[in-house]
């Protein structure tokens, strides 16, 4: 299948400074692609649509400053967590989707685990 | 809205047996669902999904899931489960109005025991 892949894969920041995941759609061309967030045993929740080219759109409750959403070609993404706190440790995923050429399957990358110390 | 709803929280098998992990949905439109499993500190890897066609699809690792429209389900199963099946499997659903999010059940705990 297609891959996703997500950089760093383990980050640990201190509080108040920035911190930058990159999603790249390796072999194929992705318009959008959308970012989870997840917290320990619990499922995934969406927190923005990436579109290249074009403003994220973000889920109600995301702090669209606080969550940079860049997506400047067909196949990167980039998250921003600007001034990290403790409370934005988390996992983040990304995820992306071919198209119909693929079945409209969505791939996920391998996530970043994110620690604000 | 889209929903999905995995009532299990736990589901608990011994190696051989045949698995059952549960999933229902609610969409506007025609569904496109979707099986995901995650293991420890990893990301999600695909398993299957129904589109259109066949009801009964086969995924990866010999897993297999039921769309059924009545009853707005998407089991998943396997004949066989293994130790190494265990892990955190996901339903998810979006509709079929292009490039959509989807969106997750809580997540299902399958743990095979030897």
């Known amino acids: 299948g297609a891959v996703v892949s997500q950089h760093p894969s383990w980050v640990i920041c201190k509080s108040g400074t920035s911190v930058k995941i990159e999603c790249r759609s390796l072999?194929?061309?992705?318009?959008?692609m959308f970012w989870y967030r997840q917290f320990p045993k619990q499922s995934l929740m969406l927190m923005a649509t990436?579109?290249?080219?074009?403003?994220?759109?973000?889920e109600q409750g995301v702090e669209k400053d606080k969550f940079l959403i860049n997506h400047a070609s067909l196949t990167l993404s980039t998250l921003t967590v600007t001034s990290a706190h403790p409370e934005d440790s988390s996992f983040y995923i990304c995820?992306?989707?071919?198209?119909?050429?693929?079945?409209?399957?969505?791939?996920f990358g391998e996530g970043s685990w994110l620690t604000v110390v | 809205a889209q929903s999905v709803a995995q009532p299990e929280d736990q589901v608990n098998v011994a190696e051989g047996n045949p698995l059952t992990v549960k999933c229902t949905y609610s969409v506007s439109g025609n569904p496109y669902l979707f099986w995901y499993v995650q293991y420890p500190n990893r990301g999600l890897q695909f398993l299957l999904k129904?589109?259109?066609?066949?009801?009964l699809v086969k995924g990866s690792y010999g897993f297999e899931a039921e769309f059924n429209k009545s009853q707005t389900s998407f089991h998943l199963k396997k004949p066989s489960a293994l130790v190494s099946d265990s892990a955190l499997y996901f339903c998810a659903v979006r509709d079929d109005r292009g490039n959509t999010p989807l969106v997750f059940g809580k997540g299902t705990r399958l743990s095979v025991i030897a």
């Open positions: 129904y589109i259109t066609g066949d009801n």
């Open positions: 995820s992306a989707s071919p198209g119909a050429s693929a079945g409209n399957t969505i791939y």
């Open positions: 072999d194929f061309q992705a318009t959008t």
């Open positions: 990436s579109n290249e080219g074009s403003k994220a759109t973000y």
